[in-house]
């Protein structure tokens, strides 16, 4: 019989693309992150002149039966303490037309506590966490659970109301918002 095959050695194949290998630290885990793209929620928490809260792509359905949130939160934060303190956090998903809302959220511009609610309107559901009105949906949730690890408060919610207006979302990624028409 004869049998013929082809060898390929040592033939050394070039990577499409060049790769980087970041530390394993927390620089090199933002910048293998920075290509995962995330659905953009804004957390709000307190009432009044003790109102705060933060821009993240941290929000998630823990569970849809029973009906759970989860949000992980810097303990560092000014957001953390209030959320602790009031047991309620309102998930407020927002579309293209809230970038600049986002934005203040995050910490640009320098607005802290409840001047990050300016140029908005805002009202209550259940738990009487604030809601940003022409949110495309928002997720009223009371504090069921916290997991406290490292940097991070892991925060689970029950949720106590929906409000759902549509429109679409807003995504984060590669270091900036991209709309996601719905």
Not at 92 to 117: I, M
């Amino acid at each position: 019989m004869n049998s013929s095959f082809i060898s390929l050695g040592q033939v050394k194949h070039e990577p499409l693309f060049p790769s980087i290998e970041p530390s394993v630290d927390a620089d090199g885990l933002k910048s293998a992150l920075r290509n995962l793209g995330g659905g953009v929620s804004i957390i709000t928490a307190g009432e009044g002149d003790a109102r705060t809260g933060a821009t993240v792509t941290s929000a998630t359905a823990l569970s849809v039966e029973p009906p759970r949130m989860l949000v992980s939160l810097n303990r560092t934060s000014s957001t953390w303490p209030v959320v602790e303190r009031y047991g309620h956090f309102c998930v407020n998903v927002v579309g293209s037309l809230h970038e600049g809302l986002a934005n203040q959220f995050a910490g640009r511009g320098g607005l802290k506590g409840p001047d990050r609610y300016r140029g908005a309107s805002w009202t209550t559901l259940a738990s009487g966490a604030p809601v940003l009105e022409d949110a495309a949906s928002a997720i009223d949730c009371e504090v069921e659970e916290v997991l406290e690890r490292h940097s991070h408060a892991i925060v689970i919610g029950r949720v106590v109301g929906i409000r759902v207006l549509g429109g679409g979302s807003l995504v984060y990624g590669n270091g900036r918002y991209s709309p996601l028409d719905g």
